[in-house]
């Protein structure tokens, strides 16, 4: 059975300045990962998985593959009569166009009014998971919660903006929240995910907006975190947020791992995408390939190891690709080495080429360009 | 009324395969899986509507569950248009008269109705059995330009094979003058292909003198074709140039799986302007391990390799465990390959287990009897125990084993 009175909201633009490579030309979540993803594809699958009908995706800027990506959202079986995907573009007079978070929820505030579904589910597009929000959801149902945030408990990853700690009682209750506190030891850090009552949501965003206050953790949360039903939702799953270069490298490798993949992959849960009609990946006569992940429409005449190959990466004969992540349709012609390499889309690399970065500091190639 | 489409295609999909055993002992021949991810029903969709041909009729007969929830609402070939797109088309009950199609051309003759909602001009016969590219709209061009009434594709053979196909003998200007069903001397090595496009007009006046003659076998080949001959209309044939291949056979269906692997086969099919759709599997990406080795293969999406792969086609989803062997052999959706385990010139079907160490099919050159040796041919859904050698040629099938099981139970 679908539609489970949740409406799931999705910002598609945070963050982007942590990878700004990756993002010159798109929005964070429409940034390329795993082989044949974006990463969108994760919170949109596991919405749609959790059994969600209606999602809102929010944009700022540069979204034009995002758009594209999406379509009408029927590779997420979104393409409905009776709910599905909304793309909500910026709306409203030049100066406070979605700059903040409580702005774009305010440009919004029709679309909120207007949904009939009693509880919204607000995320990033920066974490990578598998999560099953159902059972935040029942979570927050069995604690008559106003607001459930979904969080690890553990070290903040190096990197992560503003992390928020919250301070929770044996129950569940969060007592406190603290914002990018001194802290390097173990704690219950939020993974940008949280469930709220719709109305509660346009409350608070009325009267944030109402204060000229603008800060969605500061204002929002934080400063109504003792006045409201307030609960913390631990996810212990396979999580990585991609927040540099270095991360996003990272939590592409893990992909080589099975426990990370069984977690991110599951057969009752998978994740979409927008498919692309490739054929089988191809390798020729004298090819090696070990230790990677290939997809759709790749041909390997050469040595691919420990790599992830988007589709339609060409790697030619007498190439050696080592440690590095090819984006689609990339090419990388004979003979070449590279070794800790990040190419976008659309990357040419000629014969002979060597190109050699490091583990914490891949060298990286933007969208078309031919080396 | 729908607005008219100047080419409707009619595909038959009836056809039982009877030939390719076990593989379509559950499903239609256009359904059997091809090429690690397509059916080979993809190559007539996907050549429709990279010809522009928007208007799709699918008959089928044998089996049909499978197709029916493969070609759905026609959507991956974008096929879902709002007043064309693809129509499965079954046999059904009428007031009276009521039949299964009884021949290729019955089953044209059952859905006029069908073909008339159109009004098209031209209908083009395309049967769901044959792997290649086509652009369908020269064909099309080409019967305008003679102002034909009937065009036949044709391929030429090599000599010695044209017996085994229906031999079309034409005059300088293309027209045919004799059509040669599987003839013992024949006189050149131009073959129909099967495709046929009729001037509409002319074909439904055939269709009904056809099927008001209770001696007719109500087939194309055989019937109407030849009927037109006798009667002088204007039939020509399209000479076409490419890849084409016959998968109505086990072998052929293995040869054409490995005509993918060469790199001097003309069948590419990661042309951009000449995809071939079809429903994609929601994986993630396969992953080759540290100890696999993979060479000449075709891989789908989420396969783990942990194995050795040489000359394989692994379809969606298929396990190869350490230290097993797959060479010169098919390997269809979500099968695991056991530790050990050595796979050898055999087309394996859907969700099977191969054991620990288990054998299946053998190389020609290991055989001594080389009429003993074929490809080996498991059926879906089998479980291949631990050990067990199954030699070449062999077809077993998940009943087979069940049967065989409960005897040794009994024992």
């Known amino acids: 059975m679908r539609g489970n009175n949740v409406l799931g909201l999705i910002f598609s633009n945070v963050h982007e300045e942590k990878v700004r490579e990756l993002t010159d030309t798109r929005t964070m979540g429409s940034v390329p990962f795993g082989g044949r993803y974006r990463l969108i594809d994760f919170p949109l699958s596991n919405m ?70 009693d509880l919204v589910l607000i995320t990033d597009s920066d974490i990578v998971c598998n999560i099953d929000y159902a059972d935040v959801i029942s979570f927050h149902v069995k604690n008559d919660a106003d607001i459930t945030l979904v969080y690890r408990s553990g070290k903040v990853a190096y990197g992560v903006s503003n992390p928020s700690v919250y301070t929770l009682d044996p129950d569940g209750r969060v007592r406190d929240m603290l914002i990018a506190p001194m802290s390097d030891g173990e704690c219950s850090y939020g993974i940008g995910m949280m469930l709220i009552k719709r109305a509660l949501l346009i409350k608070l965003v009325t009267d944030c907006v109402s204060r000229n206050l603008y800060n969605f953790k500061r204002d929002l949360l934080q400063r109504n975190i003792k006045s409201y039903r307030v609960f913390g939702y631990e996810f212990s799953g396979f999580t990585k947020a991609i927040c540099s270069m270095g991360a996003y490298f990272e939590a592409n490798m893990a992909l080589m791992l ?114 | 009324m729908l607005p008219k489409q100047e080419v409707v295609a009619m595909l038959l999909a009836g056809g039982q395969g009877s030939r390719l055993g076990v593989l379509t002992k559950k499903l239609a021949k256009p359904a059997v899986p091809y090429g690690g991810k397509y059916r080979i029903i ?44 693809v129509r499965v088309l079954p046999p059904y009950q009428r007031s009276r008269k009521s039949d299964w199609y009884k021949g290729t051309a019955n089953a044209i003759y059952q859905n006029i109705q069908f073909i008339e909602r159109y009004s098209p001009d031209y209908v083009i016969v395309l049967s769901g059995d044959h792997i290649y590219k086509m652009d369908y709209s020269k064909m099309v061009a080409y019967h305008k330009e003679k102002g034909a009434d009937c065009t036949i594709a044709a391929i030429e053979v090599p000599m010695e094979e044209a017996p085994r196909f229906g031999i079309l003998n034409t ?15 024949p006189k050149s090595n131009s073959a129909s292909m099967g495709i046929y496009v009729f001037t509409w007009s002319k074909l439904r006046k055939y269709l009904e003198a056809d099927e008001a003659d209770p001696k007719s076998s109500n087939d194309f080949g055989k019937d109407i074709l030849p009927a037109m001959l006798r009667a002088g209309e204007r039939m020509f044939a399209y000479r076409f140039e490419g890849y084409w291949k016959d998968v109505g056979t086990i072998d052929s269906l293995w040869e ?77 959706p979500n099968t695991r390959i056991e530790e050990n385990a050595v796979v050898q010139y055999a087309i394996v079907s859907e969700n099977n287990t191969i054991g620990r160490g288990a054998v299946v099919g053998a190389r020609p050159e290991d055989i001594a009897d080389k009429d003993k040796w074929g490809v080996t041919v498991i059926g879906d859904g089998c479980a291949i125990p631990a050990g067990v050698k199954i030699p070449p040629k062999a077809m077993i099938d998940a009943d087979m084993l069940k049967k065989e099981a409960a005897v040794n139970a009994r024992k």
Not at chain 2, 171 to 185: C, L, M, N, Q, T
């Open chain 2, 256 to 332: 054409s799986n490995m005509d993918l692997l060469d790199p001097n086969v003309p069948l590419d099919l990661n042309e951009d302007s000449w995809k071939i759709y079809s429903r994609n599997p929601v994986m993630p990406p396969h992953y080759i391990s540290k100890n696999a080795k993979v060479q000449n293969s075709l891989v789908a999406e989420g396969c783990n390799v942990y194995g050795e792969i040489d000359f394989a086609v692994l379809f969606s989803g298929v396990y190869i465990a350490p230290g097993a062997v797959v060479r010169d052999s098919i390997i269809m």
């Open chain 2, 171 to 185: 005059r300088s200007d293309g027209s045919v003058y004799e059509f040669d069903e599987k003839p013992k001397a």
């Open chain 1, 258 to 371: 099975p426990s990370v993949r069984s977690q991110l992959f599951r057969q009752d849960r998978p994740v979409y995408t927008k498919v692309r009609d490739d054929m089988p990946a191809r390798y020729g006569l004298g090819a090696q390939a070990c230790n990677s992940l290939v997809a759709d429409g790749c041909v390997i005449e050469g040595e691919v190891r420990g790599s992830v190959l988007f589709r339609g990466v060409h790697v030619g004969k007498g190439s050696v690709v080592e440690d590095c992540v090819i984006m689609q349709d990339s090419e990388i012609r004979q003979n070449c080495r590279l070794s800790y390499v990040v190419t976008d889309k659309n990357v040419v690399i000629k014969d002979d080429r060597s190109l050699v970065g490091f583990q914490s500091y891949p060298v990286f190639i933007s969208k078309g360009s031919t080396v």
């Open chain 2, 42 to 85: 993809d190559f007539p969709l996907s050549n429709c509507v990279n010809s522009g041909i928007e208007t799709v009729g699918v008959l089928t007969q044998y089996q049909p569950l499978v197709l029916n929830e493969y070609i759905g609402n026609g959507q991956p070939w974008d096929l879902d248009s709002m007043n064309a797109g």
């Open chain 1, 48 to 117: 749609v998985n959790s059994g969600i009908n209606k999602v809102g995706v929010i944009t700022k800027k540069n979204y034009q593959s995002l758009m594209d990506h999406l379509g009408s959202g029927k590779a997420w079986d979104l393409s409905r009569k009776r709910e599905g995907l909304y793309i909500l573009p910026p709306f409203g007079s030049e100066s406070n166009i979605n700059n903040s978070r409580i702005e774009s929820l305010a440009s919004i505030g029709l679309f909120l009014k207007n949904s009939k579904e």
